[in-house]
């Protein structure tokens, strides 16, 4: 991986985060959504149930482009 990296330099910037940074992870601002939203007073009975609740909650975050957005975003990081 550093080789390849190493080659990508012309164009591609690489960001060293510490080793647990939630606030710098936008998949932490996903899973916050998700448990606020759909997973909010949910009580699911089964793992498969718990599943079906969270894939919804996973296509709505996924299908709006201004959320999705946002949680970039409020990283503050840039692609």
């Not at 991986?1 to 960001?15: D, G, P, T, Y």
């Not at 448990?35 to 498969?48: D, H, M, Q, V």
């Not at 969270?54 to 201004?66: H, I, P, Q, T, V």
Request: glycine content about 6%; overall charge negative.
């Amino acid at each position: 991986m550093a080789a390849w990296l190493r080659a990508q330099r012309r164009w591609l910037v690489v960001e060293r985060l510490p080793v647990y940074a939630p606030d710098l992870n936008p998949v932490e601002l996903v899973w916050g959504n998700l448990k606020a939203r759909e997973l909010a007073n949910s009580c699911p009975g089964t793992i498969a149930e718990a599943e079906v609740v969270a894939d919804e909650g996973l296509c709505r975050s996924g299908a709006e482009a201004e959320l999705r957005l946002s949680f970039l975003r409020h990283t503050g990081l840039e692609l």
